[in-house]
């Protein structure tokens, strides 16, 4: 599965913000997806991942509350809402899908990524 991700930008502190993740390919609504950041200077992180089936979620700790994560099967679309953003949320956002069918979100928060998406760059100013 292809994938590429959409919405960056410049927002202010306390600003939202929703990225949107396009894949190519009849299977998606197969895959598990999720989202993953950089910031200058660090290693990349992740940030929310959503099963196959949307049946769970997974959220990083720093965005837990603030940040949902879902997907649109028919638009083959996953989405990160961005709520009460903080400058420590600037990164190069990237979506991902599992490596394999059926893909649930632990697995994405453990790693096991098959195919990444071109980031998405936004900034959050204070």
């Known amino acids: 599965v292809q994938l590429q991700a959409f919405g960056g930008g410049l927002v202010q502190t306390g600003d939202s913000l929703r990225l949107s993740c396009a894949a190519s390919g009849r299977t998606f609504n197969s895959y598990g997806m999720g989202w993953f950041r950089q910031a200058p200077g660090k290693e990349r992180e992740f940030v929310a991942a959503?099963?196959?089936?949307?049946?769970?979620?997974a959220y990083a700790d720093s965005v837990r509350g603030r940040f949902i994560i879902s997907r649109d099967g028919a638009k083959n679309t996953v989405y990160l809402r961005m709520n009460s953003l903080k400058p420590e949320d600037t990164a190069v956002y990237y979506c991902a899908a599992s490596v394999g069918t059926f893909g649930s979100a632990s697995e994405i928060k453990d790693g096991r990524v098959g195919s990444w998406g071109r980031g998405t760059q936004f900034t959050v100013s204070s």
């Open positions: 959503i099963s196959w089936n949307r049946a769970s979620t």
